[in-house]
């Protein structure tokens, strides 16, 4: 079952700029969005802790990293810990 959050999660805005990237991102997808890891996504829990999608950074990915190429430097250190300290490891 997919993600509640699919239509408008926006992991979904964020460019692809390679074909490394793209592949990356359509795994990222079959497992977490569409996939046996939703109850992991960290992006689902940071949105579910902190009030909403809005509050979920940009370029967070599932798995609580950032996209390649960039960093959490922009990140709320509420987001912060959350990616860090998920409660799955």
């Known amino acids: ?4 959050n ?3 999660c926006t992991l979904f805005k964020i460019p692809l700029a390679s ?5 990356a ?3 990222f997808v079959r ?5 046996d890891l939703k109850e992991k996504c960290v992006r689902r829990l940071v949105g579910r802790t902190l009030g909403g999608p809005s509050k979920i950074p940009e370029n967070m990915m599932p798995n609580g990293l950032p996209l390649a190429g960039t960093d959490d430097s ?7 810990a959350l990616a860090k300290n998920r409660p799955w490891g």
Do not use: H, N, T, V
């Open 25 to 27: 991102f359509q795994g």
């Open 6 to 8: 699919i239509k408008g």
């Open 31 to 35: 497992m977490y969005c569409k996939g």
């Open 74 to 80: 922009k990140w709320s250190p509420e987001a912060k």
């Open 19 to 23: 074909k490394e990237r793209e592949l």
């Open 1 to 4: 079952m997919d993600c509640e």
